[in-house]
């Protein structure tokens, strides 16, 4: 069974930093890209950023440019989010998604999400 | 406020056919395949059509999906209980350089 499984989630301060890793199983991801959505508490999905087959090309949306980092590690078809200057509004369920095809693609394989709250 | 624009709600009786529109721009839908995305209650957000109007595997017929210019729809035939959920549409946008989603459509079967 093809597996997406999102971990590192929890209760962090404003400010603070937090990495997230998404681990697949069941098959080989690497020659795909991978994405994070997040999902605000009773809000819609909205595109974290994405990470290229080989890691060598990263994109993100505007809201998290410059503040979150995504990497990976084939050798253990493990994505990363690494999340540093953390806000209220970046408190969601973040989902891991594998990107099938480019910009005419989609995501085809989604986790079951891990969820980031960040208070004081 | 989501770059696509979907109805925040839509309604149908158990065996009736509704549609949920997605409205986009030149950046995206215009120029971009539209996907289609599924979220039962309480769970993650499962592929539905692909690239204008493809189904993966499993995905009944009863749903079916268009294009024409900027905006998108999904339909649903023979409505039942179990497509209660929330729609969102997807695409590229080049302005934008990333991926951008609709609101969300929650979906109620009376």
């Known amino acids: 069974e093809v597996q997406l499984l999102e971990s590192g989630g929890?209760?962090?301060q404003p400010g603070g930093s937090l990495r997230l890793s998404c681990a697949a199983s069941g098959l080989t991801f690497n020659n795909f890209a991978r994405s994070w959505v997040r999902q605000a508490p009773g809000k819609g999905l909205e595109w974290v950023g994405?990470?290229?087959g080989n890691g060598g090309s990263t994109y993100y949306a505007d809201s998290v440019k410059g503040r979150f980092t995504m990497s990976r590690d084939n050798s253990k078809n493990t994505v990363y989010l690494q999340m540093n200057s953390l806000r209220a509004d970046d408190t969601a369920v973040y989902y891991c998604a594998r990107n099938y095809g480019d910009?005419?693609?989609f995501f085809d394989y989604w986790g079951q999400g891990t969820l980031v709250t960040v208070s004081s | 406020q989501s770059v696509l624009t979907q109805p925040p709600s839509a309604s149908g009786t158990p065996?009736?056919?509704v549609t949920i529109s997605c409205s986009g721009s030149s950046s995206n839908i215009g120029t971009k395949t539209v996907n289609w995305y599924q979220q039962l209650p309480g769970t993650a957000p499962k592929l539905l059509i692909y690239r204008n109007n493809q189904r993966p595997s499993g995905v009944p017929d009863r749903f079916s999906?268009?294009?024409s210019g900027t905006s998108a729809s999904l339909a649903i035939s023979g409505l039942q209980s179990e497509d209660e959920a929330d729609y969102f549409c997807a695409a590229w946008d080049d302005r934008l350089n990333g991926w951008v989603f609709g609101g969300g459509t929650k979906l109620t079967v009376l």
């Open chain 1, 10 to 12: 929890g209760l962090v």
């Open chain 1, 50 to 52: 994405a990470i290229s």
């Open chain 1, 103 to 105: 910009q005419e693609g």
């Open chain 2, 15 to 17: 065996g009736q056919r």
């Open chain 2, 65 to 67: 999906g268009s294009k």
